[in-house]
T-cell receptor, first 113, second 117 residues
Framework: GESVGLHLPTLSVQEGDNSIINCAYS??????FIWYKQESGKGPQFIID?????DKRQGQRVTVLLNKTVKHLSLQIAATQPGDSAVYFC????????????FGTGTRLKVLA | KAGVTQTPRYLIKTRGQQVTLSCSPI?????VSWYQQTPGQGLQFLFE???????NKGNFPGRFSGRQFSNSRSEMNVSTLELGDSALYLC????????????????FGEGSRLTVL
């Protein structure tokens, strides 16, 4: 069935190191992807998005890579900080013009001091 | 600009009862989506409304329903509550209508945490 999944449920990184969070998606027709960050007790917050006509997009300290050949998405966080500790979700949009998203199960990022 | 507001933030119900959750989107946003978040299943799509019309519905039983009002505010209702309905219910609003293309950022509220005893 259709799914968006994450390879690692928990990722621990040293403060200052780079973090890479991975995601696999199953629908080759998906056109749009978002990474969200969710801190404890809060709703998900938008980090970065990418459309299927791109393979890389950069933001502030974050980069999203899209590999359509293997249906893989990754989020890279440079110089990880304690404030980056949260759960990260990838989401896949499968319905053009609407906001029905399929979310991954999430990866918890722990930043070690 | 105020964000997405959800009420109540926390509530406790017993099995068999029903619950109504409310969501006020960001001013000017016409699309409202609802998601259920549980530790085991993550975020699962419930439904999406635009201009008072349900555009998409997730794979949930008919006990889950929703509606949107002319001012874009939305409510969702769960009837005959079950223990498994305990979850964080998240509302998200969006402003873009990307005709023929997917995508557009969802702005989430803080959620309504429902506990069913």
């Amino acid at each position: 069935g259709e799914s968006v999944g994450l390879h690692l449920p928990t990722l621990s990184v040293q403060e200052g190191d780079n973090s890479i969070i991975n995601c696999a998606y199953s629908n080759s027709a998906s056109d749009y992807f978002i990474w969200y960050k969710q801190e404890s007790g809060k709703g998900p917050q938008f980090i970065i998005d990418i459309r299927s006509n791109m393979d890389k997009r950069q933001g502030q300290r974050v980069t999203v890579l899209l590999n359509k050949t293997v249906k893989h998405l990754s989020l890279q966080i440079a110089a990880t900080q304690p404030g980056d500790s949260a759960v990260y979700f990838c989401a896949e949009n499968m319905s053009s013009g609407t906001y029905k998203y399929i979310f991954g199960t999430g990866t918890r990022l722990k930043v070690l001091a | 600009k105020a964000g997405v507001t959800q009420t109540p933030r926390y509530l406790i119900k017993t099995r068999g009862q029903q619950v109504t959750l409310s969501c006020s989107p960001i001013s000017g946003h016409r699309s409202v989506s609802w998601y259920q978040q549980t530790p085991g299943q993550g975020l699962q799509f419930l439904f999406e409304y635009f201009s008072e019309t349900q555009r998409n519905k997730g794979n949930f039983p008919g006990r889950f329903s929703g509606r949107q009002f002319s001012n874009s505010r939305s409510e969702m209702n769960v009837s005959t509550l079950e223990l498994g309905d305990s979850a964080l219910y998240l509302c998200a609003s969006s402003s873009l209508i990307t005709s023929g293309r997917a995508g557009g950022e969802l702005f989430f509220g803080e959620g309504s945490r429902l506990t069913v005893l």
